[in-house]
């Protein structure tokens, strides 16, 4: 098993730009979150999916900012004209189930860097 | 609200040294923590979870937390730390909303050991 993987590991992206960041959860997990950790902060949520489904979006900024979790494939968050603020760590969770009182597993996350 | 607080931003202690790392929690009913380490550059593993039962519990690494329900603290030790423990540590809450967790994070303690 060969966990949640995470691509890109870092993205450098110009202001403007669009950044794509990738989440493939792990094998027989149907749930995704996706978290952000800025600079000397936590982890914040963003965004919780099941496949083909935004069960949550509460976290995500109400512009630039969206996520899908097709039904084949990985999960994508998307953002579009990156700032500089937007420059942090990503990070993707997975669970097995609705209630997976397990704790998340988490990938190795994806850092954006914004010039 | 939840809410997690993590006082100590930086603690340095020497190897083979005791450790406590404190964790606070503000939420209304029995929570489920979480205490996790990040490793530079990589993502979070769980090192161990309470959800109910016996307030002592055992986590990975040789490492420990005690529930306090009084407190509302659920601090993290060691009774002899590693250098490869060097790492931050993250405290995290989720209560159990809308049938799905939604775990909120402390800003985390890095932990310095030191030979």
């Known amino acids: 098993n060969a966990g949640v993987m995470q691509n890109p590991r870092h993205l450098v992206r110009r202001r403007g730009q669009e950044a794509r960041l990738r989440c493939s959860p792990m094998?027989?997990?149907?749930?995704v979150y996706w978290y952000r950790q800025l600079p000397e902060e936590g982890l914040k949520f963003m965004v919780y999916?099941?496949?083909?489904?935004?069960?949550?979006e509460s976290g995500m900024p109400k512009e630039r900012f969206s996520a899908e979790f097709p039904k084949e494939g990985p999960s994508i968050l998307r953002i579009q004209q990156v700032v500089r603020g937007d420059s942090a760590a990503y990070f993707c969770?997975?669970?097995?189930?609705?209630?997976?009182?397990?704790?998340?597993?988490f990938g190795s996350g994806t850092r954006l860097t914004v010039v | 609200a939840q809410s997690v607080t993590q006082p100590d931003i930086h603690i340095t202690v020497s190897e083979g040294a005791s450790l406590e790392l404190r964790c606070n929690y503000s939420?209304?009913?029995?929570?489920?923590l979480f205490w996790y380490v990040q490793s530079p550059g990589q993502g979070l593993q769980l090192l161990l979870k309470?959800?109910?039962?016996?307030?002592l519990v055992q986590g990975i690494k040789g490492f420990e937390a005690e529930f306090k329900r009084s407190q509302s603290s659920f601090n993290l030790r060691k009774p002899s730390v590693h250098w490869s423990d060097a790492a931050e540590y993250f405290c995290?809450?989720?209560?159990?909303?809308?049938?799905?967790?939604?775990?909120?994070f402390g800003i985390g303690t890095k932990l310095q050991v030191i030979p």
């Open positions: 969770a997975s669970s097995d189930r609705r209630d997976d009182g397990d704790g998340y597993t």
């Open positions: 309470y959800f109910s039962g016996d307030t």
């Open positions: 995290a809450v989720g209560p159990f909303s809308g049938g799905y967790q939604k775990v909120t």
């Open positions: 094998k027989g997990h149907s749930h």
């Open positions: 939420y209304g009913a029995t929570p489920y």
């Open positions: 999916l099941q496949k083909e489904n935004i069960i949550d």
